[in-house]
């Protein structure tokens, strides 16, 4: 049993779990992180005070983590990454990379011409549960600075993933930008050819295909938002496929983000009972939210969302895609939220 006392933890006696929040941002990042901190801990770590895990490219300011470890209730560590990390691998021809990045800016890619984006995705899709401080860790939530949690987190997230043997957790679906990763799923089927010992027998490669991997549907879980176990993505399935997909120099000859990089590993690595769908999880990025729509998650939980505002059963989003390759009822007012 979980030590609450109705909304109150009593966090004396409770054993937290390996386990981290972690966000990689910027310097500049400074103000909206620290919107974001208080919003998280306000629902959510001010009755845990699991650690908090910053990580960038370049060293903080002094000022920098002052603020922010005034802000967060656990410990505040702040790692570098390392330059191997975050740059250049000697196989990459970075002349062809460059002009890879001027006709996608050419065409209105998003983050199309930028070129510390495809270090950040690629850092997010191999490298940031390598970092020293990480190492210390099995579990991590990833928090951006930008965002935002609409309902109360009554309950320790982490525990439920250790309690369910659970591996990934996600609260949003979407489809990709085609343009962004042309030969992605061309690379990933020669990897399973090659490896076909990785594949999970209760896959959920449905999620990810129409047609039975011919091609790549685009669906995938929104990775800005992730709780999950790190040693999946330390495991040797995993790092076969990074490597791979790293070799091929998608991540700079073209745009792969770490969200389908990740997606595709999870649904085709994993046993699709290890993913979770954290729909009692309100939470807003840019311009996609998932609000619960059922309502006794809606009332119990002090959610401010709009329902309305939902994303789940977009056309956009893979909410359907998902229950549907789960062999899930949808909630019984779904259509109602489905624009
Ligand atoms: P989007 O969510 O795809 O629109 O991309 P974001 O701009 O939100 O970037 C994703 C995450 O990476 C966020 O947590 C950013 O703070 C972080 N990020 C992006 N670029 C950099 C960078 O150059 N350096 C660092 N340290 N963090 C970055
Ligand atoms: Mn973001």
């Not at 930008?146 to 250790?162: A, L, S």
Request: hydrophobic residues 35%; charged residues 30%; negative net charge.
């Amino acid at each position: 049993m979980d030590p609450v006392v109705g909304q109150q933890v009593l966090i004396e006696n409770y054993r937290r779990e390996n386990a981290t929040i972690m966000t990689l941002c910027r310097e500049d990042d400074l103000s909206d992180i620290l919107g974001t901190i208080r919003n998280l801990e306000d629902r959510f770590n001010k009755d845990y005070h699991y650690d908090w895990v910053f990580l960038n490219n370049e060293e903080y300011s002094a000022e920098f983590k002052a603020k922010v470890s005034k802000f967060t209730s656990g410990r505040t560590r702040f790692g570098l990454i390392p330059k191997e990390h975050w740059s250049y691998p000697a196989f990459i021809d970075q002349e062809k990379a460059r002009a890879e990045r001027q006709l996608m800016e050419d065409d209105g890619v998003i983050y199309g011409g930028m070129e510390s984006y495809r270090h950040m995705c690629r850092f997010n899709s191999g490298f940031f549960y390598k970092h020293p401080i990480m190492m210390e860790y099995k579990y991590y939530w990833r928090v951006e600075p930008h965002v935002e949690f609409t309902c109360d987190i009554n309950f320790d997230p982490f525990r439920y993933m250790v309690e369910n043997k659970k591996t990934y957790g996600f609260t949003i679906t979407i489809h990709e930008f085609e343009r962004t990763i042309q030969t992605l799923w061309k690379t990933t089927k020669k990897f399973l050819a090659d490896h076909p010992e990785h594949v999970h027998k209760n896959n959920l490669a449905k999620f990810i295909t129409n047609d039975n991997g011919d091609t790549y549907n685009l669906c995938h879980f929104w990775s800005n938002f992730e709780i999950a176990d790190m040693d999946f993505w330390r495991s040797k399935a995993y790092e076969d496929y990074f490597h791979d997909l790293d070799k091929s120099g998608g991540f700079f000859y073209e745009r792969w983000g770490d969200a389908p990089v990740h997606s595709i590993a999870a649904a085709l690595f994993l046993d699709r009972d290890q993913l979770h769908y954290f729909k009692n999880i309100g939470y807003q990025h840019g311009v996609y939210q998932m609000c619960p729509i059922e309502d006794e998650i809606y009332d119990g939980n002090r959610c401010y969302c709009d329902k309305d505002n939902d994303f789940t059963f977009d056309g956009y989003a893979c909410g359907k895609e998902f229950f549907d390759a789960m062999g899930w009822t949808k909630p019984a007012n779904w259509e109602q939220y489905a624009n």
